[in-house]
């Protein structure tokens, strides 16, 4: 038997949006995994929650991480039954990232992948501004970096490396 | 009425691919010629094992199996001669411009292959191949870059380039033979694996002659591709290496 709260106990969508808002992105602690679009949606199936999530890059090694703790926030809620569902349709794209998560990004260190339309190639050809000093005078070292979502890039004004989250 | 199980071998055959191939990049971790490189190849090689997972997780549903432990299941304790990846990309690692160009290769066939997977007419198959076409271009804007700037280098690039074609390119035309499963399908589910190798030759070799290099004419043709089932003796001992942790304790959870 499945033991759950009946409905007019249970959080508000409001405040299960809110919890998790909470939930930091395990490789990016600075940004939350509502705001990076990848907690899409919220639905009740026989008063269990299930949370669809669409991970980032395929091969996230994040990605167990993140349904863990979003099962444990929604625990801490009251909601011990819940279940993450995966989905990849449509598949996820950085044009989902909030622009506030945008400007956290960028903010610590990491230029936000620029907003592509579906255009992924004609976008990489574009300068991408250093997050440091904002210098568009920067070149691309490597397209892979510390992580699959990820390229290196230096300034050339103001010298230093940094990383930009890869359009997708 | 799809035939699951015809698809499921087909997309098992994907997979071992893509997880061979991974393997064998992976290889390169903390030997690739300078660190750059050391970073992009130990990426790429996650990228597809990550391509690999979500094909094994595919066929475990149309097989009915538990998609949590299916792909394990698949790679470290199916034996040898059950897998169906190419004998292309289990061939060992060889020089940086063996394992360049034998990725470029692989990488064009599959964009062609992706994008007529992202159009099929199974929704979940469809919406994979869509996820992971996105993640290619990062791998085909790399390669491509290499090729032409080892193919136009130095003479000793060149030559080496031109070593590694002379030797991938009668294993690379095995990309064009049929898929396990493929003939049982109805059209519209997966791409006809002899047209894409038409749009995949003219592209490469279009692209290699640009690059400097030559495709040496009296290569084995399309109609004795090797076949899947088939491995060469390298096989055996990747797999032994791959899968000896694993079968230490079969039920071990991590
Ligand atoms: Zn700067």
Known sequence: MVMSKPAATRPSEAEIWEALSQVPDPEMPFVNLVEMGIVRELGWQGGRLQVTITPTFAACPAYEVMQAEILAALAALGLAGAEVLVSHNPPWTSEWISAEARQKLKDAGLAPPPRHQGDLLGVLMDPVPCPRCGSEQTSLRNSFGTTPCRMIYTCNDCKEPFEMFKPL | ?254
């Open chain 2, 1 to 254: 009425m799809l035939d699951h199980k015809a698809l499921a071998r087909y997309l098992i055959a994907l997979a071992d691919d893509e997880l061979i191939l991974g393997h064998r990049n992976s290889e390169w971790t903390g030997h690739a010629p300078i660190l750059e490189e050391d970073i992009a190849f130990a990426n790429l090689a996650l990228d597809e094992i990550g391509h690999s997972r979500l094909w094994y997780e595919l066929a475990a549903d149309l097989l009915g199996e538990d998609r949590a432990r299916f792909p394990d299941r698949q790679v470290f304790l199916r034996p040898a001669e059950e897998f169906r990846n190419l004998q292309l990309v289990e061939l060992p690692r060889g020089d940086w411009a063996f394992s360049m160009l034998r990725q470029y290769l692989f990488d064009v066939f599959e964009q062609h292959r992706l994008a007529g997977l992202s159009e099929s007419t199974q929704a979940s198959l469809a919406e994979v191949a869509a996820r992971i076409r996105t993640e290619e271009i990062y791998h085909l804007r790399h390669t491509r870059a290499w090729v032409t700037r080892l193919g136009l280098g130095t003479e000793e690039s060149n030559r080496r380039m031109q070593a590694a074609l002379d030797a991938l390119w009668p294993y690379a035309r095995g990309l064009g033979g049929a898929l396990p499963g493929e003939a049982g399908l109805p059209a519209g589910v997966v791409p006809d694996s002899a047209a894409l190798y038409e749009a995949w030759l003219a592209e490469v070799s279009a692209f290699l002659a640009e690059a400097g290099l030559t495709i040496q004419p009296g290569s084995p043709d399309l109609q004795s591709p090797i076949s899947r089932a088939d491995h060469s003796s390298d096989f055996a001992a990747l797999i032994e290496e791959m899968q000896s942790v694993a079968r230490l304790d079969p039920e071990a959870t991590w």
